[in-house]
């Protein structure tokens, strides 16, 4: 999860980010039963607001 979080603050769309991230681990030797649960699940854009900062309306839906 690492890596696939580092890289959705490089701005790749979370599907590729997800991608990249398994790609990693599969060159490094883990095997799949470590990454291979993880799937992306709807819209792939790239992410918004990684930089840390949060709005009230966040915390109040649970978004952060």
């Not at 470590?34 to 918004?48: H, L, T, Y």
Request: net charge negative; proline share 6%; aromatic share 12%.
């Amino acid at each position: 999860m690492a890596d696939f979080y580092k890289n959705l603050s490089l701005n790749l769309p979370k599907d590729d980010a997800l991608h990249q991230a398994k790609l990693t681990l599969l060159e490094a030797g883990k095997p799949p039963a470590n990454w291979a649960a993880f799937v992306s699940i709807g819209n792939p854009a790239v992410m918004e607001g990684l930089s840390g900062e949060s709005t009230w309306w966040s915390w109040l839906w649970g978004l952060r």
